[in-house]
DNA sequence: AATGTGACATACC
DNA sequence: TGGTATGCCACAT
């Protein structure tokens, strides 16, 4: 089935965006869905950023999805990991400290692209 | 084109 | 903290 060049698995598209801006955070730092569909431009749709984390394994790089967290810092989608404990081991490896899910000292550790990335 | 979906965000209770 | 409801947008079928 000659699979086009164009018709490729990974779109080179919004998702890719979303992999590239979670591959530039900083380690021991976390950053939430929305400040990522912000500086995307898709401000309101904070899910296609989590959406597009779902389809992070087809990625060719390594995307640390473990460093993307909801709002409230918790660890939403540990359960899409290879294993629940992975994002939390893997978050705890990196200095950030997890306690019941939850990133302690989130405000701190936010990492903002649009703040970031600006200049 | 239409419908279903989703690792969210926000509001409300 | 958790469940429900709504909005919102891009992707899959």
């Known amino acids: 089935m000659c699979w086009r060049a164009d018709g490729n698995d990974m779109r080179e598209d919004f998702f890719k965006d979303v992999f590239e801006v979670v591959c530039l955070i900083p380690k021991g730092r976390v950053t939430n869905y929305g ?37 409230n810092g918790m660890l939403t989608g540990k359960h899409h990991f290879t294993d629940p404990y992975r994002m939390q081991q893997l978050l705890e490896k990196e200095g950030i400290k997890v306690k019941n899910d939850k990133v302690l000292e989130f405000r701190k550790l936010f990492w903002d692209p649009t703040e970031e990335l600006r200049l």
């Open 35 to 71: 400040a990522i569909a912000k500086y995307l431009g898709t401000a309101q749709s904070s899910r296609m950023v989590g959406w597009a984390m779902n389809a992070s394994h087809s990625y060719k790089k390594k995307v640390p999805a473990h460093r993307v967290v909801n709002r």
